[in-house]
């Protein structure tokens, strides 16, 4: 989204082996206690109200 940032990571080796990475670009989001909550394989819009209210709901939760 607009004015967001986040880290990137390109993949090469074991990781990639480990998390399962069928294809660039593939994108994770990881939740707050390191586990990972979302999946998406491919390019994908993620400019949707849809995934901001994910990502605010995610934002929101507590651990």
């Known amino acids: 989204t607009k004015g967001s940032t986040f880290p ?4 090469s080796g074991r ?3 480990q998390l399962n990475v069928p294809s660039i670009p593939t994108t994770f989001v ?4 390191g586990r990972i909550v ?3 394989v491919g390019t994908t819009n993620f ?6 209210k994910f990502l605010k ?3 929101e939760e507590r651990h």
């Open 57 to 59: 709901q995610l934002k």
């Open 15 to 17: 990781l990639t082996e």
């Open 38 to 40: 979302a999946k998406e």
């Open 30 to 33: 990881i939740g707050k206690d």
């Open 8 to 11: 990137v990571y390109l993949p």
């Open 47 to 52: 400019n949707t109200d849809k995934f901001k």
